[in-house]
């Protein structure tokens, strides 16, 4: 009877810390965004400096540097010991243009057309974003894969511990949507007598061109410009074909025809891999890979979240067998799976 008069006595409120959480969302990714843009960790780079020596460095005024590096220091990308601003090991290894995993690049670029989250809920509403990448893909493409690079670039090199890609003699890859070819190049510079199949659309391929050349590996690659629906593919060929974040923009019979052609490319035995961001079994325990499939609606026509059951059901009906999903750097997912022996 000690809530008799009092019923909610012993009733406490959730706390507004996740409301507060995503309220302040949208300020700490700018805050990193203008951060990266003024050149902030790259002059931090060699030297630590008080906000005094840093604005005289980038030419800032005083008062607005230190409140931005205080706001960078609050999201745990710098550190403050008195009056001493100084990179931390995530800034070291994430934020400096050259840093060992890069994602300078990929921030600005990753959330897709900025303006479109803002639009959102009309998108909900018609069911189609007002001005989808789709219109103009190589706009979007090129700076996307520029910034994904060095991050997919780790990821093939890890994978082979998983799948010993390493092992084949002079095998043949097909990289479908290879942006900057990650991949392919990965698989090159570990196999000396590969050969690379490197498609991607007309105004992105000049990418993965360029990156060959960087790595060392251009000379072992085909370049195939154009739809990867429709490109001309040999069938039984190859002995690795790579579907590398392709899947989740194309709908589910888009995704469905990639991985048949995929497996239609293969010889018997061969592997394919599918990179993606997948969600579930339980939606709680992915929110990345949860708003990842948000991105791609906010920002694309047929773009959704990719789970992982459906994922390994259209390997499972193409024809694939010995489906495992493994994550070769943090984060990042990827299904490799065999053609059957003959
Ligand atoms: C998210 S990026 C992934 C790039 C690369 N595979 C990777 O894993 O880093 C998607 C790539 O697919 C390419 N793409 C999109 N639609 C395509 C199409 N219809 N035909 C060929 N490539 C396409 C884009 O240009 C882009 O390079």
Not at 71 to 77: D, H, M
Request: hydrophobic residues 45%.
């Amino acid at each position: 009877m000690a809530h008799v008069g009092r019923p909610f006595m012993d009733y406490k409120p959730p706390a507004a810390a996740p409301v507060w959480a995503v309220i302040e969302g949208l300020g700490r990714y700018h805050v990193l965004l203008a951060a990266l843009e003024l050149g902030v960790f790259e002059a931090l780079a060699d030297a630590g400096a008080t906000a005094d020596e840093l604005a005289g460095r980038l030419d800032l005024p005083v008062g607005h540097t230190e409140a931005l590096l205080d706001s960078v220091v609050a999201l745990g990308l710098l550190d403050r010991v008195v009056d001493g601003f100084m990179l931390n090991d995530a800034a070291r290894r994430y934020l400096l243009v050259d840093g060992a995993a890069s994602m300078a690049g990929l921030i600005p670029v990753a959330p897709g057309p900025h303006e479109n989250w803002t639009r959102l809920a009309d998108t909900v509403r018609s069911g189609r974003p007002a001005t989808p990448i789709d219109d103009d893909p190589a706009a979007f493409y090129v700076p996307l894969v520029e910034g994904t690079f060095t991050t997919m670039w780790r990821c093939a090199t890890r994978a082979d511990f998983r799948m010993r890609y390493s092992a084949l003699a002079a095998p043949r890859i097909l990289d479908l949507g290879a942006g900057g070819a990650p991949w392919s190049i990965a698989m090159l510079q570990a196999c000396g007598d590969g050969r690379a199949t490197i498609n991607d659309l007309d105004g992105v391929i000049d990418v993965a061109r360029r990156k060959t050349a960087t790595h060392g590996v251009a000379d072992r690659c085909e370049f195939r410009p154009g739809d990867f629906h429709a490109v001309a593919i040999e069938d039984g060929a190859y002995d690795i074909a790579v579907l590398g974040h392709v899947c989740r923009t194309e709908g589910p019979d888009g995704a469905r025809h990639l991985v048949e052609r995929a497996h239609a490319a293969l010889r018997p035995e061969g592997r394919v891999v599918l990179a993606d961001y997948f969600v579930g079994p339980n939606h709680k325990m992915t929110p990345h890979a949860v708003l990842m499939g948000m991105t791609m609606m906010a920002s694309t026509v047929n773009g959704f979240g990719v789970t992982a059951e459906v994922a390994s059901g259209w390997l499972r009906d193409a024809g694939f067998e010995a489906i495992r999903l493994i994550e070769p750097i943090g984060f990042q997912f990827a299904y490799v799976a065999s053609k059957p022996r003959d």
